[in-house]
């Protein structure tokens, strides 16, 4: 049992390159989430689904897009990269219910120069 | 505008003291409130909660104490250890839109031997 992994842990783009990040859970959970952690800001939702094939913007989506094909996956796309999004981004996922407790993942450092 | 704002940004114990970080949120209509630790390298992990039902919840060394007329909650650590050294960050978000969470900006604690 993995848990939340994120695929890759680090990765350096020139801006105007595009990239996926990669989040898989195999807790067979309904919830995905992607945020973004920036020194000072703590962490900002980017964007989530409630369940395979759906998908809705968080608090900063701007910049992002997601896919969720498969209900283990969980999938975040820089089309145009931008020093901006520069960050530590983390996914998250969690079962439905009255559970509310988030399984984070352990990150992916992007540095976009 | 920050949904959650928490201080201090960091925060210097001795072995055995008491750690309190503190948050206040503005929007009423949160009604559960997270604390996340996070070390080095790793996702925050749930770590303690509160719903506005109560005025404290304790788990182990860890309490959260929470004030619904003033819009504060805090989280204190009795008997502080160097292995509780983590950055904490508090969270809020409404039951019926449990998939926004906002965090507030973090507390690195450095526990001193």
């Known amino acids: 049992n993995a848990g939340v992994t994120q695929t890759p842990k680090f990765r350096v783009l020139k801006t105007g390159q595009s990239m996926t990040l990669l989040c898989a859970q195999d807790m067979n959970h309904e919830y995905m989430y992607w945020y973004r952690q920036d020194p000072g800001m703590g962490l900002r939702l980017i964007h989530y689904?409630?369940?395979?094939?759906?998908?809705a913007k968080g608090e900063v989506p701007d910049g992002y897009n997601v896919s969720r094909l498969k209900k283990q996956n969980f999938l975040l796309g820089l089309e145009s990269a931008a020093p901006s999004q520069t960050s530590v981004y983390f996914c998250?996922?969690?079962?439905?219910?009255?559970?509310?407790?988030?399984?984070f993942g352990p990150g992916t450092r992007l540095t976009v120069t | 505008q920050q949904q959650v704002k928490q201080s201090p940004q960091s925060l210097i114990v001795q072995k055995g003291g008491i750690s309190i970080i503190n948050c206040a949120y503005e929007n009423t209509a949160f009604d559960y409130f997270p604390w996340y630790q996070q070390f080095p390298g790793k996702g925050p992990a749930l770590l303690i909660a509160?719903?506005?039902?109560?005025s404290e919840k304790k788990e182990g060394r860890f309490t959260i104490s929470f004030n619904k007329s003033a819009k504060q909650f805090s989280l204190h650590i009795m008997d502080s250890q160097p292995g509780d050294s983590a950055t904490y960050f508090c969270?809020?978000?409404?039951?019926?839109?449990?998939?926004?969470?906002?965090f507030g900006s973090g507390t690195k604690l450095n526990v001193k031997p």
């Open positions: 998250a996922s969690r079962t439905s219910g009255t559970n509310y407790e988030q399984y």
């Open positions: 969270a809020a978000t409404t039951l019926y839109n449990f998939n926004k969470f906002y």
């Open positions: 689904s409630v369940g395979e094939g759906t998908t």
């Open positions: 509160i719903r506005p039902d109560v």
